[in-house]
């Protein structure tokens, strides 16, 4: 739907102050990509326009903006956006002078750092009246006619499609495969991120002993909890890591450019050797954790100055026999009131994470996704199979296989060549290919499994994982299974 002209919102908003309803109506009814007004928004918002003299100015400079828009899935808002072929120019809008806003510009020169374009960012004060713009790092006081000047000469084609402008995968930093990108500090947090963090840091600065984040796949609590992680290394504690999985190269690259930050394994815990060294443990995919060892750390740290921060997620538990440890209850019994939901998938498009939500649930599958993202494709045989994966990791997929058995020998042992469920735990990647073969079925609908080589591997969960690793591009190789390949086709991908 096409953008706005500022003059237009301003008339609506000046006549209908009162009336928040009727202006949100409005810009929903006239724009796709403007959210809605919040009340002290408009009154900035008009002063704004006033301050501007839209009234007696040129009426086509005002044309191709957009209100709150948001870049999907990281839920970044610009106040006032227009983005044209030439140039990006971004207003936000205050009602008072705050120490955030000038951290705030810097935030949307780095999302706007995206866009091959000039751009120009100003701050508008309503309480004063005043215009600033930020260049090079400050805000420095403009008057209006600076900014009606760059309106007046960009004129050119104004773009429509926001979403199609900011490559969001930039934006998500994995500390484990964007390390470089994390280490350098050239990432943001989210709201979301950012809310919790703050919260963890309060319980920190009370001596806290116990703390948990708790949050599902895709919301970004592995960044959150390595940034937690670097922070306090930089005010000079001494952080011990604990990642319930394998160590991967992120991790080693870490360990060897973060002074005071030390990462092991699990398995490298066992023996809680030299932990009296550190001020603070940290436990990543903690609801893996075999419970012996997360008895045994509650007992030995009850003696430590340590406090610990853990970070589980109880959707994300691969085998049967971490269902029975009970790893979250435990935690949560021991964090009390300092337990922390991190919500909103930010890792995955929405249009794959609708697929993935459908496919486990086939009476889920009514949304208007074309889900162009995603590519399904179907293999007679293993060797089939096995040769659309490799095309695919030619293409620069990241080929995640279902983890096979140690002890027994299957056709997973076959397609194990890439990562595997488990070793891709806590990474991301834009591009994603994995496979569904015979032991995956539908019952009523669900996505349900046979038991595989490994008894205790809950099938649908290692699929899950693999498929919660994906930032952008998906494909799925069915393998010999013609029935659960004809059910995604009619049902999910041909809904209607």
Known sequence: MKSLNLINIFTVCDEYKGDL????????????YSSSFK?????????????????????????GFHINYTIPQISKEFDVLRISEKLAINIE????????????????????SNINLPKRIFLFVSDEKILYEYVDEKMIEVNKDTLLA???????????????????????????NSTEIFLNREYFLTDGQMLVKKS??????????????????????????????IDLTDRGFKVLLIHCAQLCNGHKLIND????????????????????YYDFILLDEAHRYYRFQLNQLVIKTKELKSQLIFCLDDEQRLGKSEIDYHNSILI?????????????????????????????DLSKSGNSYDYSSIQILFAKDVSKGKQLIQEYMNKEYQYISLTPSVTNFSQLDYLDFGLTSHEAIGQEFDKVVTFINQYFYYDDNLLLYRTGPNPDHMLTK???????????????????????????????LNYK
């Open 150 to 176: 760059i309106l007046l000469v960009d004129q050119s084609k104004y773009i429509q499609d926001l979403d199609s402008v900011f490559q969001v995968s930039k934006f998500l930093v994995s500390p484990l």
């Open 462 to 492: 290692l699929l899950f994982q693999n498929l919660t690793r994906v930032r952008e591009k998906l494909c799925i190789v069915v393998i010999a299974n013609k029935p659960l390949f004809k059910t995604i086709v009619n049902v999910i």
């Open 332 to 360: 949560k019994e021991l964090s009390g009131e300092d337990v922390y939901a991190l919500n909103g998938k930010i890792r995955t498009n929405k249009e794959i994470a609708g697929f993935i939500v459908s496919l486990y």
């Open 200 to 229: 963890i840091m309060n319980s920190i600065s009370k001596l806290v002993k116990y703390m948990a984040i708790d949050a599902k796949a895709g919301t970004g609590k592995t960044l959150l909890l390595y940034d937690i992680a």
């Open 93 to 112: 809008l205050k009602t008072t002078m705050t120490e955030k806003a000038e951290e705030q510009l810097k935030q949307n020169k780095y999302y706007l």
């Open 257 to 276: 450019k973060v002074e005071n930050l030390k990462i092991i394994s699990a398995k490298g815990a066992r023996s809680f050797a030299g932990f009296d």
């Open 39 to 63: 009340k002290m928004e408009v009154d900035s918002f008009v002063q704004l326009c006033n301050f501007l003299d839209v009234n007696i100015s040129d009426y086509s400079i005002f044309e």
């Open 21 to 32: 309803d009727l202006i949100n109506k409005y810009l929903s009814h006239s724009s796709q």
